[in-house]
């Protein structure tokens, strides 16, 4: 990209766990996956459009977080801590560089129908198309943290006037249920692998 002009930068990657899980229960390769995917990718290519942005003295860099950098997240204890930084990060970015004429702001959607929610559009989530039409508007925009989609901004709203041992407590009892029948799923794929090599 060293020639092009990049005027907007939108970072979304994304890579969670399989499904919750206590920290201890991830392998190191999924740990370091986690890492690369969420963290690394988000500041090194903001590092290599910044330059050219800062040159012309005008860009854009959009990253794309989750409402899990927001609220306390066991069982997703990495990707929250992941998605957190994304969120720091791009708040202080924006704070250096606004006046530069380079913005940064961070989108924080809670669910989107993607593969990697493996979720169905409902009134609560919306899918890719809708949501990016949404989150279009927000760009350039003076706030640095947005959450687009109407409905995930007032269930941020409802969550945060929550105290944070509540939400911590409600996610989770839903977290283990979710860890549940993921160990049976693992279990009956592994029993049917172990099928397989004996015939």
């Given at each position: 990209i060293q020639d092009l002009e990049v005027g907007v930068l939108v970072n979304n990657v994304g890579v969670s766990y399989r499904y919750p899980l206590f920290f201890d229960e991830l392998t190191d390769e999924e740990?370091?996956?986690?890492?690369t995917m969420n963290i690394d990718s988000t500041v090194w290519m903001t590092?290599?459009?910044l330059p050219g942005m800062l040159a012309r003295k005008k860009g854009t860099i959009v990253n794309v977080s989750s409402a899990s950098a927001m609220y306390t997240l066991p069982l997703l204890a990495e990707y929250s801590g992941a998605k957190s930084f994304v969120e720091r990060f791009s708040r202080a970015l924006n704070a250096e560089y606004s006046g530069k004429?380079?913005?940064c702001q961070c989108q924080v959607p809670f669910y989107v129908a993607t593969k990697l929610a493996k979720m169905r559009k409902s009134l609560m989530v919306p899918t890719p198309e809708e949501f990016v039409a949404l989150a279009i508007k927000w760009v350039g925009q003076?706030?640095?943290v947005v959450s687009p989609f109407l409905l995930h901004a007032i269930q941020g709203y409802v969550l945060d006037c929550l105290p944070d041992f509540l939400v911590a407590k409600g996610i989770m009892s839903m977290h283990l249920d979710t860890r549940k029948r993921g160990k049976k799923k693992d279990e009956k794929l592994a029993a049917e692998a172990g099928v397989k090599k004996d015939n």
């Open positions: 740990v370091q996956n986690l890492l590092r290599m459009v004429g380079v913005t003076g706030d640095a």
